[in-house]
């Protein structure tokens, strides 16, 4: 299995992105998204471009008169790296998972038509749409599927808890992009919004087709229907899952708002640097607890979890951890005071967002809203409710939160919460079913409510 969308939609997600894109990002003129198809052919085919006017009001769109990468698409055979043929972006982007950044046209070595013909392309950055090989594939992450090699007969993503679902590529005005730039990170997180985007219609899409597949054969096989509950309770985890990411973005803009101006901005990102500092320090960078120490503490950096969650998580992955290096190491009194303090500093991070002293100094949006938003935000999220995602829907279209792509966040929020609600319903009819078929009785069924 992999990304396969109904054409209309997928146009529609990737025309979204690209607009957001093209209008967010002043110095952007051009936008394309191709799709990458099932392992092992992996065909990236141009799903359609986007192109802004002069005076940054209106998008045209449409596909090149010529590219190998229009339908019916370029096999991976075809574009990945091999000795003698021009290296291409988009093997590097499917191949690594990473970005690529012509920010000097005129040396950007994986230019096709600067090696062919000796003509420079725009400046331009191509950023990989990620998604995780346990959500795609329900918990098997895709063992099943036969995944390509690289030139050296090397398996692609052997060792990545990912697939690259899309790649999309933005062009620039001359000399206005750099590697690592304000630009490039904000095309990298709305591509982890398309890759939602697209998980979520590709669920949506097998959720309405095996609810019609059910009311056609719902006496087919006990353990059909067996399987199909297990499902719908596997994509039920994942969308819940998908909904909380959601969130934690949500959380992620909030703060970078309201600590804008804030002296305290900086304090998660201090904390982590003393830690990995101390392990430094205490030499242990070379040895495999200190070197997941190092990632653990660098992946926090990338969380915005509600503070009792968060709590727990920094206890559980981070302070467990130094409690047994530092009885093992014993570094002295100071160093382990430096430590302890860093941790703490961390614990305090998560409660910036609501901190009474910093919202009484923000005054962006009405203090009405600003109470109900954080209050809503920062609520634990164990368990998520229709209704909590109705209020959440309602509080993003409120055009005074000033909150950056929050409209993306409200469809992308309308997406998930509809489709949790069809995998609701599903997971109940399907118990409904089962239940009579075990029990053999046919007249509950044909007048079950619907």
Known sequence: MAIKIDQAALETACKEIIETILYTLNNAYKGTVYSIGKPPEMIARRITSGFIDEKRENISWGLPVRSDYNPPGKPWTEYRDEPGRPLEAMAWCVERQKSWTAESPERDIRSVRLQVEGVWEDSHHMEPVLIRKEALYQGSNGTNLEYPVNCHGETLWEKSEYVVAAVIKIHFRPNTIKIGSTETRIIKRLSRTLGTELLSYQLTQQSVEAMRQLAEDKFNS???????????ITKSGLIFSLIKLELGSLREKWEDVVLRDSDKKGMKREAVYVLNRAIEDMGETAN?????????????LEFFLPPERGENWIRMQIEERWNKLLGKRQPGEEKEKEVRLAIEQLKRSLYLGNDPEILRKYNGIPEALKTEWVDLIYMNTDHVSIEFLDRLVRILENPLL????????????IHLKTLAHVMGQLEDNINVVLRQVLNGRDDAINHRPV
């Open 222 to 232: 006990c353990n059909i229907l067996a399987d199909s509950l297990r499902n719908a």
């Open 288 to 300: 495999k607890s200190g070197e997941d120490l190092v990632n653990l503490q660098n992946n926090f």
């Open 402 to 413: 000033k909150l950056p792509y929050q409209d993306r966040s409200r469809k992308s929020l």
